[in-house]
Structure formats: structure tokens, C-alpha cells
């Protein structure tokens, strides 16, 4: 379990790197990254008032059907060898637990309308957005 957990602050600080790619452009030249910075965390803070995200419910159906999965293959594995309560537990777990680092994952990526979101912010500020990082 603590092996999870660590994987699982693993990915998401790795998640946090992700965010718009600025073209330098005049308008960048002219305030600085300083100055991009805060606009990017203003932008960042109107669209998470703005966009719903579904992630966590999304996640958190991911992880029941993976565990139910988990259980019955668990289950069948536990029943050829004699152990039928451990292999529906263990096969749960295991389940779970991969649903739990796919949403982890998932969840990391801002969703394609919270880019465009964000893109259209900083357009509306006089940034060029080039890509996402």
C-alpha cells in the first residue's frame, strides 16, 4: 500500500508541470515572464470557477467497476486454489488500486476545455499560446 501511495505522489507532482506554452511575442517581450506568470494564475482561477470538471466522479466509477473486475477474477483464481474470500479481496484491491493510479493520471491533464479555455484567456490578455507542457 505504501508502495501505491508513493506512485501516486509521484504522478501527481509530475501533473503539475502542465500548462500553456507562451510564443514570445511582442506583447511578452513587453511585460516579462513575470508579469505572463501571474496572468497564466489569473487565467487558471477563472477557468477553474468556469469549468466543470466531472474527474473525480469519473474516477471514482472507474475504481467500482475495476474493483468489481478484480474481485471476480480474484474470486475465479482463489476458488481453483482453495482460497475463495482471499482472491475476491486481493483481486479487489488489485483492481481498485489500478483504477485509482488511471485516475490519477487522467486527472492530471487539464481537459481539452480547460485549455481552450485558458487559451482564449490569454488571447484576451495579448499572449500566443503555442501548445500545452
Not at 503539475?16 to 514570445?24: D, N
Not at 508579469?35 to 470538471?53: F, G, N
Not at 483504477?99 to 487539464?110: N, T
Amino acid at each position: 500500500m505504501k508502495k501505491i501511495l508513493l506512485l501516486i505522489s509521484i504522478l501527481s507532482l509530475a501533473g503539475c508541470a502542465t500548462g500553456p506554452v507562451l510564443y514570445p511575442n511582442a506583447h511578452l517581450r513587453e511585460v516579462g515572464e513575470a508579469k505572463a506568470h501571474e496572468d497564466i494564475a489569473e487565467c487558471e482561477v477563472l477557468a477553474d470557477q468556469y469549468v466543470q470538471s466531472d474527474a473525480g466522479i469519473q474516477a471514482a466509477k472507474d475504481m467500482t467497476i475495476s474493483a468489481g473486475g478484480g474481485a471476480v477474477v480474484g474470486g475465479v483464481a482463489g476458488a481453483v486454489v482453495g482460497h475463495l474470500g482471499r482472491g475476491v479481496g486481493v483481486g479487489a484491491a488489485t483492481g481498485a488500486a489500478a483504477a485509482l493510479v488511471r485516475g490519477v493520471i487522467r486527472a492530471s491533464e487539464p481537459s481539452p476545455l480547460f485549455k481552450s479555455f485558458m487559451d482564449r484567456c490569454l488571447q484576451e490578455r495579448g499572449y500566443e499560446t503555442i501548445g500545452w507542457q
